[in-house]
């Protein structure tokens, strides 16, 4: 058969299965057309942290084999994808993208691994990622076994993190779709710099068992892809009940956006500041344009601000603290000294030194936030700000560098929204919005817990109108 | 094979001319462990003034099973 053509890199899932159920081309043809554009590709990214040809192929060929026989098991059978490296295949490397378990090698595999793998999904390979998912506090794009993830929209920039892999594999058509997993930004950054789609669920509603935990409390596990309808359909596979993962709310979901209330009833709670002054002037056009097409959609806006609180002081006391505790044995090991970011490492040994007390109070006004957070969402449906202010960071510069030299607005509006989000467990949908200095931005939309088909509804809607999703990295070298 | 600039450019500039030589690197440990000791201790500071009511529960939940 011919070399598949480019376009088919960039498809989304189900046209992909369509033309897979059309037979337009087989399960294998198309799992070796991506295998050796990931391989090839993959490296040049420093996005790939291993290839999974041999599991792929049998998967790809169990896949032709039901879909011969018109066992057809729904969109994502036969599409291939690529996974975090801190979720663990059975017998394969999961190295958590950090250089003391360079050689691990679990003997479980992943609850969404194994969820997709019953619909015949996939998985052609894992993506490399933040060393530890950057618990400890990392200050370079260079935190990770691989080295810093750049990303394909500009190769001097960073492609955000941790899972930053994921987000630059989407990206360059290196897999159809990626999943990530999000502690405080992990999904959200490496979304929105790479310019594709991200969904952080709502905590609880995807398992994380076979997964590396940085904080038990705040880890989720989410897709990276072509579009918020691709989002849904993952997420449909990969949420549920899992008896292994004691931090499952037991729910499932089902994607069907066409339930979803009218766009027109939707109120949407923003803050002009964050679109006005915290975000970076060269993003601030493009992102007022997404504003004024999802007020076309027919959504009715609404000012608001969060309640004041600490927010990424509380956040990043619970990550240090159960990040700290989550690797105490690395950390009293000495093998921590291994880890690639200086910063990082001090950040791991630091984080055993938290008071219970500071910890405690952490979690009580953690509730706090929830509670206010909760009446909040009950004046609105949505909340609506910039994923990230700007697009990505340079590569060569530290990542805690200010990159303005303008005051910090004094009104806070939602630039919080990241750490109140996680903190109470909220949904976020990332949708690419447009571009600033040539690299790609987005807004992000936060919804109430397990109202992800409310956002995914809107997202859908949004990138119906807009093509920004479709968007390619100009400079994509033929593979 | 032939590259155009653009490609030709895209290979040069490749992981390891894009690996940044970390500062920190001129940093001791001591002094690095000092400065994360520092952010907590900043962090347990801004959690200090929040005012808790008594009655808030951590936002945690233990299940019996």
């Known amino acids: 058969m011919a070399a598949l053509p480019e376009d088919i890199f960039f498809a989304g899932i189900r046209e992909l299965n369509s033309r897979l159920v059309k037979r337009e081309f087989s399960a294998v043809e198309l799992t070796r057309a991506f295998l050796d554009r990931l391989e090839k590709l993959g490296p040049r990214y420093n996005a790939l942290a291993l290839s999974l040809r041999d599991l792929a192929l049998r998967q790809a060929r169990r896949a032709d084999d039901e879909i011969q026989r018109r066992r057809l098991r729904g969109p994502l059978q036969g599409i291939p994808f690529g996974a975090k490296d801190l979720l663990s295949v059975a017998g394969t490397p999961t190295t958590w993208g950090a250089r003391p378990y360079a050689n691990q090698v679990l003997d479980y595999t992943a609850t969404v691994l194994r969820k997709l793998e019953r619909v015949g999904a996939v998985l052609i390979g894992k993506l490399a990622m933040i060393e530890l998912a950057g618990g400890g506090g990392y200050r370079w794009a260079s935190a990770s076994l691989q080295g810093p993830c750049l990303n394909p929209w500009d190769t001097s920039r960073w492609a955000g993190g941790s899972s930053s892999g994921s987000g630059a594999a989407v990206a360059a058509g290196l897999v159809c779709f990626a999943l990530g997993s999000e502690t405080w930004g992990s999904i959200t950054t490496p979304a929105a710099y790479c310019g594709v789609t991200g969904l952080r669920p709502t905590y609880g509603l995807v398992s994380r068992y076979g997964a590396m935990a940085l904080s038990w409390t705040m880890d989720k596990i989410g897709p990276l892809a072509r579009s918020a309808e691709d989002c849904g359909l993952i997420l449909q596979v990969i949420s549920g009940g899992d008896s292994m993962d004691p931090s499952s709310a037991g729910k499932s979901f089902y994607y069907a956006p066409q339930f979803a209330r009218p766009l027109k009833e939707l109120r949407v709670g923003f803050a002009p500041v964050d679109f006005d002054e915290w975000a970076e002037p060269a993003a601030r056009p493009d992102f007022h344009k997404a504003l004024d097409v999802l007020r076309s959609l027919g959504l009715r806006f609404r000012e608001v601000r969060l309640p004041d609180f600490p927010y990424s002081a509380v956040a990043g006391l619970i990550i240090d603290t159960e990040g700290a505790a989550a690797f105490e044995e690395l950390i009293t090991s000495g093998k921590v000294e291994q880890l690639a970011d200086a910063r990082q490492i001090a950040g791991l040994k630091a984080g055993l030194e938290v008071s219970a007390r500071d910890y405690l109070r952490a979690m009580r006004i953690r509730r706090m936030i929830q509670q206010e957070l909760r009446k909040l969402l009950a004046d609105v449906d949505i909340l609506v700000s910039p994923a990230r202010f700007g697009p990505a960071s340079k590569i060569s510069e530290p990542l805690d560098r200010s990159r303005s030299s303008a005051p910090r607005p004094k009104d806070r509006g939602l630039a919080d929204l990241g750490a109140a989000g996680n903190l109470a467990g909220l949904p976020a949908l990332i949708l690419p919005c447009g571009f600033a200095d040539s690299l790609p931005i987005a807004i992000q939309l936060v919804g109430r817990p397990f109202s992800e088909n409310t956002l995914l509804a809107v997202g859908r809607e949004f990138q119906r109108v807009t093509d920004w999703h479709r968007r390619r990295p100009p400079a994509l070298p033929a593979a | ?65």
């Open chain 2, 1 to 65: 094979m032939q590259l155009t600039r653009r490609q030709l450019a895209w290979l040069l500039a490749g992981p390891l001319s894009a690996r940044p030589q970390p500062e920190t690197q001129r940093e001791s440990a001591e002094e690095l462990i000092a400065a994360a000791r520092e952010r907590i201790r900043r962090n347990a500071e801004a959690l200090a003034k929040v005012r808790i009511p008594v009655e808030t529960e951590p936002a945690f939940q233990f299940r019996a099973s």
